[in-house]
């Protein structure tokens, strides 16, 4: 039924549909591969037919297919051993044999779901491993306040046009701060969870242990503005060596910097021309000032005298490198 939207929209209205239960059943039939072909204007990727013993065909991919020889026997003239049900992976249909583990994993996932023996707050251990409803792993951190960013527009004394926006830091209490477990990347930035409770959002204990990267983790969170929010008055501006600055002009097509006057401009590429252009981002009136200078970047550089802005945190950690991130 979660598809019925789906194909609702495709069928043939002059054909019934039928409705069957999804139990674990026998006797599918590998019939035929379609498509793989490539015509002036398409390309139909490679599928294998299934016949349903229930008196009808689908496909499934070749992928699909690997993955039922993996763990089930097609025996010519009597189909594929065991029993199967159908399930989905995203728009594709999949045939899951019951052997398999994905099948063990996913029964057992719904039994879970369906004990509604969600996780209380007195369970929660530092460190400690959770499964949500839709099946994703958290890594748990500990409460601490939360801070948020209200944005206002303030428009300048008799006018309609001329504004800037004025942010504030709210501190919007305690939260519970968890990390995806399979966000691995090799930087600060990944994904956290804040919870002011936990409601129904957790369904299992994973593991009671302490991951053993959990100081590495809160370094991390440690530089989310969420647990402590950006301090302007730590701004430090850095000059770029002429050499940085034609690094940085090579690598991108257009970028950000800093003059020496501290004022916000945008460096870009004259199109179609050699040479370069730059002007001032007057972003607080939301929008830029095109009255622009072009030149090389050596000419440039001994104009604007580029700097590059790192922003710290109230608590001192560093939130970003201009230089490095822009």
């Known amino acids: 039924m979660r598809k019925k939207n789906s194909w609702e929209g495709w069928r043939d209205k002059n054909i019934e549909p039928q409705e069957f239960s999804n139990e674990p059943i026998s006797g599918f039939v590998l019939n035929k591969k379609v498509g793989d072909y490539k015509s002036d204007w398409s390309h139909r990727h490679a599928y294998c037919r299934v016949y349903d013993p229930r008196n009808y065909e689908f496909e499934i991919t070749i992928e699909n297919l690997l993955y039922i020889l993996e763990n089930c026997n097609s025996i010519k003239g009597k189909g594929l051993e065991g029993e199967f049900v159908i399930a989905y992976s995203g728009k594709d249909l999949l045939l899951l044999p019951v052997d398999s583990p994905d099948y063990k994993e996913i029964t057992k996932y719904n039994e879970i779901l369906h004990q509604k023996n969600y996780v209380k707050v007195k369970e929660l251990i530092l460190g400690g491993t959770y499964k949500t409803k839709s099946n994703e792993e ?53 994904s ?116 590059y802005k790192n922003e710290y945190l109230i608590n001192g950690k560093l939130y970003s490198e201009e230089y490095y991130y822009d």
Not at 218 to 223: A, S
Not at 295 to 303: M, R, S
């Open 138 to 190: 958290y890594i748990y951190m500990g409460r601490f306040d939360y801070y948020d960013v209200k944005g206002e527009r303030i428009y300048k004394e008799n006018s309609r046009y001329s504004y800037e926006y004025v942010y504030t830091d709210i501190n919007k209490g305690k939260y519970h701060y968890f990390v995806l477990k399979e966000d691995d990347r090799d930087s600060k930035w990944f």
């Open 192 to 307: 956290i969870l804040t919870l002011k409770s936990l409601g129904e959002k957790f369904i299992e204990t994973v593991s009671a242990e302490c991951v053993e990267n959990y100081i590495e983790l809160f370094d991390k969170l440690e530089c989310n503005t969420h647990y402590s929010p950006i301090d302007k008055s730590k701004d430090e501006y850095i000059s770029y060596t002429l050499e940085e600055f034609l690094e940085k002009a090579n690598r991108d097509w257009g970028f950000h910097c800093y003059g020496l006057d501290k004022k916000e401009y945008y460096i870009d590429k004259v199109y179609n021309k050699p040479g370069y252009y730059y002007y001032e981002n007057r972003s607080n009136n939301n929008y830029y000032n095109y009255k622009r200078e072009e030149g090389t970047i050596q000419e440039l550089y001994d104009q604007i005298q580029p700097m």
